[in-house]
């Protein structure tokens, strides 16, 4: 195996660090753009088509996170320091021995400790499913175990995070909360239920993990653009009364749930007493300005400091301008805490906001 300090990546700025960035499909651009408001400039390769860049910033790998922790980005799913870069035929080669010191130099980078240590390993590549890449995750976990940590696939304190791309590995250290997310790529994957109403469920248990709510700590919700039900079904089963409002109709099998209101409406044509809900979350993929409005006009009946989630359709070809413009509206009225473009999100973001 080659030395590990030999970096194959030029240097153009000092000081400089370099990350595997990855976004929804189709919206990586968005993200560089976003990094490009925040550091001024940025080199950036494409690793996979529309989603996976290696990219350059000039800044070092503490003030990188630093400033993404202050501001986070709406568009970064997943983002992988690069500590090292080798070549994957030198690591097969003597994978073990590469594999070991390829462990150590990631812990003495980062100067983290590796004793009893819960550590996750991910293998991603810019070809889908590689074989080799299950080789590769097995001897990194056991030249972790062997330096003392312990193997962890959930909530691990490091991901041992690698990406290979024709024939190089870009590995790096990083923390769940820095990647954005614990699972590979942030692609979180939820099991699909018996019975389950709609995909779109996913989204909202999605932003439940990704924004630590609880939903089961709401007493009574309003679920705008409610139907099929997928939203409403999860958050009967966290034990809320829901009113939920769609034209459309909602999914048989809710309909005679206890802790059901439904109104066959238009989210314009409904209004409700005062401070009666403590959530309102609203999924109606329609035009974001329109969307804003009667979220708003709804506002009243929502308690000051109560929970809104909404999602924003990205229309057209300006997306940072309908999210500017879209929040503009929304800071009038609730403190908006995250913006985010979650995995289960396709052509749209959500908004994590809190009644003003
Ligand atoms: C993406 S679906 C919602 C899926 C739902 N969250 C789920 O989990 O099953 C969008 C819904 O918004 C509804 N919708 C669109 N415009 C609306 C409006 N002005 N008022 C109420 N509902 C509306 C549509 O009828 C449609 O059922």
């Not at 239920?193 to 309003?222: C, I």
Request: aromatic share 8%; charged share 20%.
């Amino acid at each position: 195996m080659e030395p590990l300090h030999q970096i194959h990546l030029e240097q153009h700025f000092q000081p400089a660090s370099h990350w595997v960035i990855t976004s929804n499909h189709g919206f990586i651009s968005y993200a560089q753009e976003e990094l490009r408001r925040s550091f001024g400039q940025l080199k950036s390769r494409m690793l996979v088509s529309g989603e996976t860049a290696l990219m350059e910033l000039p800044a070092d790998a503490h003030e990188v996170l630093r400033l993404l922790e202050e501001q986070p980005a709406i568009f970064i799913r997943h983002i992988q320091p690069v500590h090292a870069v080798v070549e994957e035929s030198s690591m097969k080669a003597d994978l073990p021995a590469s594999a070991g010191l390829l462990v150590d130099k990631l812990f003495e980078q980062s100067e983290a400790a590796m004793e009893n240590i819960h550590v996750a390993v991910h293998v991603r590549s810019s070809v889908s499913n590689a074989p080799e890449d299950k080789a590769l995750r097995d001897a990194l976990r056991a030249a972790a175990e062997a330096g003392g940590a312990l193997s962890a696939v959930q909530n691990p304190a490091f991901i041992i995070s690698l990406f290979i791309h024709e024939g190089m590995v870009y590995a790096g250290l990083v923390t769940p909360a820095q990647a954005g997310s614990d699972w590979p790529g942030g692609a979180i994957r939820f099991q699909r239920e018996e019975g389950q109403v709609s995909r779109a469920k996913f989204k909202l248990l999605e932003a439940e993990r990704t924004f630590g709510l609880e939903f089961s700590a709401y007493r009574n919700a309003l679920d705008v653009g409610a139907a099929p039900g997928g939203w409403t079904s999860l958050l009967l089963e966290r034990g809320v009364h829901v009113t939920a409002v769609d034209p459309a109709k909602m999914h048989p099998s809710l309909m005679n749930h206890p802790r059901l209101s439904y109104f066959g409406k238009n989210a314009g044509e409904v209004a409700f007493e005062p401070y009666e809900f403590d959530l309102l979350v609203c999924d109606m993929s329609w035009s974001p300005k329109v969307t804003a409005k009667l979220v708003i006009q709804l506002l009243d009946s929502v308690i000051s400091g109560g929970t809104v989630i909404v999602t924003v359709k990205l229309m057209h070809k300006k997306p940072l301008q309908t999210i500017r413009d879209v929040t503009e509206m929304f800071s009038e009225h609730m403190q908006i805490l995250r913006a985010k473009q979650l995995f289960h999100n396709r052509d749209e973001i959500t908004l994590y906001m809190l009644k003003y």
